[in-house]
């Protein structure tokens, strides 16, 4: 039993290195195998499922009235003139769009892992078939 367990284990991580070491392969012979309109659907893809999905779970949180954070800021914005409201604004927009980028890497590669496990869990069932 701990043999097959084994043999099923350095069949994954070989399997996986083989993997890899294909795709970067793949990646040297050419730059971008992938048309602009399909990379920008997927892009708009993501960004729609991660809203819905925000969406979802906050409309799942509790009901809470406006954080005592968020009071402040806007009795902050009230101080300021309409310039200074401005380039605040733009400011967090900044910030909140950076956090979105980072956001996107990580579910991205979430997505990639998904897909590498899946693969070598379905080559591994075949195998033991």
């Known amino acids: 039993m701990k043999s097959n367990i084994r043999e099923i284990i350095r069949y994954i991580d070989d399997t996986t290195l083989e993997k890899s070491n294909d795709k970067k392969k793949d990646k040297q012979e050419s730059t971008s195998t992938i048309p602009e309109e399909v990379q920008e659907f997927v892009n708009l893809t993501i960004t729609e499922h991660m ?65 590498n496990l899946k693969n070598t869990v379905k080559s591994v069932l075949e195998m033991i078939s």
């Open 51 to 115: 809203g819905k999905a925000y969406s979802e779970w906050k409309l799942n949180q509790d009901k809470e009235p406006v954080s005592e954070i968020e009071k402040k800021y806007q009795e902050l914005l009230e101080t300021l003139s309409p310039e200074q409201e401005e380039v605040i604004t733009e400011y967090c927009n900044a910030i909140f769009s950076s956090g979105a980028d980072t956001e996107e890497f990580f579910y991205r590669l979430g997505l990639k892992d998904g897909l």
